[in-house]
Antibody
Framework: QVQLVESGGGVVQPGGSLRLSCAASGFTFRSYGMHWVRQAPGKGLEWVAFIRYDVSNKFYADSVKGRFTISRDNSKKTVYLQMNSLRAEDTAMYYC????????????????WGQGTLVTVSS | QSALTQPASVSGSPGQSITISCTGTSSDVGGYNYVSWYQQHPGKAPKLMIYDVSNRPSGVSDRFSGSKSGNTASLTISGLQAEDEAEYYCSSYTGSSTLYVFGTGTKVTVL
């Protein structure tokens, strides 16, 4: 069965950095695009970043552009989110999610999600 | 890019049907058939319920259906059950610099 397991969350001071990981299993990881989505405490969902299956393209929300970097290692079946220059408003549960379709055929639907890892930015 | 607009709450009795609206613009909901709906129970990860406006993933009950008219998408839950009580989010691909946007979320209560 498909499993996505996030890790790397924690408490960090404003201006600090953190790297999140998402380990995948149960599907052909190298064939699917992967996303990060976050949810601030008590708030709604916010899409953060997307990386194509072959790393040919990476896309970011305006709110994180220039500060966050998405990457993946298909040999390790893992997607990462490097977060720099963190702000209080980046405090959230961070979910990784699998794109529903393989290759370039994305219709931006996320059919499997991890359980999330909590990032708290506070002094 | 602003979030898509959803009603804050919708309620219904068991067995009834309810509809949740999701209003965007011609740059998102109205411009693409890439509208999805997610269900989220408290403390849990979201679950895909509808993709590409009206398609159900395998394993999702046929009591859930989606549609779109102009800049507004809708999720209908028929034969409401206690287990349907959750938060529901719509989402859409957009033509803006932020490529993807979620709705504000709707709390569904089963009376």
């Amino acid at each position: 069965q498909v499993q996505l397991v996030e890790s790397g969350g924690g408490v960090v001071q404003p201006g600090g950095s953190l790297r999140l990981s998402c380990a995948a299993s149960g599907f052909t990881f190298r064939s699917y695009g992967m996303h990060w989505v976050r949810q601030a405490p008590g708030k709604g969902l916010e899409w953060v970043a997307f990386i194509r299956y072959d790393v040919s393209n990476k896309f970011y929300a305006d709110s994180v552009k220039g500060r966050f970097t998405i990457s993946r290692d298909n040999s390790k079946k893992t997607v990462y989110l490097q977060m720099n220059s963190l702000r209080a408003e980046d405090t959230a549960m961070y979910y990784c999610a699998k794109d529903r379709l393989t290759g370039y055929s994305s219709t931006w639907a996320f059919d499997y999600w991890g359980q999330g890892t909590l990032v708290t930015v506070s002094s | 890019q602003s979030a898509l607009t959803q009603p804050a709450s919708v309620s219904g009795s068991p067995g009834q049907s309810i509809t949740i609206s999701c209003t965007g613009t011609s740059s998102d909901v109205g411009g693409y058939n890439y509208v999805s709906w997610y269900q989220q129970h408290p403390g849990k990860a979201p679950k895909l319920m509808i993709y590409d406006v009206s398609n159900r993933p395998s394993g999702v009950s046929d009591r859930f259906s989606g549609s779109k008219s102009g800049n507004t998408a809708s999720l209908t839950i028929s034969g409401l059950q206690a287990e349907d009580e959750a938060e529901y989010y719509c989402s859409s691909y957009t033509g803006s610099s932020t490529l993807y946007v979620f709705g504000t979320g709707t709390k569904v209560t089963v009376l």
